[in-house]
Antibody, heavy 121, light 108 residues
């Protein structure tokens, strides 16, 4: 059974940093692109960042470019999101999601339960 | 960036009725790279439809997707109580991939 379990969310002050983790199990992690998608309270879904299976290709939404860094450790079956210079508008539930295909065009076939990030003084 | 507009914002129907949800793109979605997700309150999104019309694993056949180019539809033939939720469309044919704002399907 595919499982994605996020952790690392919490309360942080504006300008602060936070590192999210996503532990994957139930599939061959090294074969899949991975992603972060966020959802502000009461709002819709926003893609944040993607990383290819070997970390060769990395993409970011304009809203987080230069502040967030996605990475993965295939030996640990883990995905990460380093978030720096956090703003109030970064407050959201952050989901880890698996890309369905190994190509560059894919939907998300499995999602974690999410971890809440709150940015407030 | 492709903007997806979903309509209606809220759809109020009764169990047993047919639901038609629309997703319109600001530009053509290449190769019908369009997906639909269901999200229930407090839960993660769940993939329902991909490639505009292919059902994901375990999705009942009362759900169907159709469309191409800029106009896509999710149809639920006969609503069951568990179908009432928020539905999002997503295009993944152009970078950045984008989501619609969602349609809330509520019990009338």
């Amino acid at each position: 059974e595919v499982q994605l379990v996020e952790s690392g969310g919490g309360l942080v002050k504006p300008g602060g940093s936070l590192r999210l983790s996503c532990a994957a199990s139930g599939f061959t992690f090294t074969n899949y692109n991975m992603n972060w998608v966020r959802q502000a309270p009461g709002k819709g879904l926003e893609w944040v960042s993607s990383i290819s299976s070997s970390s060769s290709y990395i993409y970011y939404a304009d809203s987080v470019k230069g502040r967030f860094t996605i990475s993965r450790d295939n030996a640990k079956n883990s995905l990460y999101l380093q978030m720096n210079s956090l703003r109030a508008e970064d407050r959201a539930v952050y989901y880890c999601a698996r890309g369905a295909y190994s190509s560059s065009l894919y939907h998300f076939d499995y999602w974690g339960q999410g971890t809440l990030v709150t940015v407030s003084s | 960036e492709i903007v997806l507009t979903q309509s209606p914002g809220t759809l109020s129907l009764s169990p047993g009725e047919r639901a038609t949800l629309s997703c319109r793109a600001s530009q053509s979605v290449s190769s019908s790279y369009l997906a639909w997700y269901q999200q229930k309150s407090g839960q993660a999104p769940r993939l329902f439809i991909y490639g505009a019309s292919s059902r994901a694993t375990g999705i009942p056949d009362r759900f169907s997707g159709s469309g191409s180019g800029t106009d896509f539809t999710l149809t639920i033939s006969r609503l069951e109580p568990e179908d009432f939720a928020v539905y999002y469309c997503q295009q993944y044919g152009s970078s950045p991939q984008t989501f619609g704002q969602g349609t809330k399907l509520e019990i009338k």
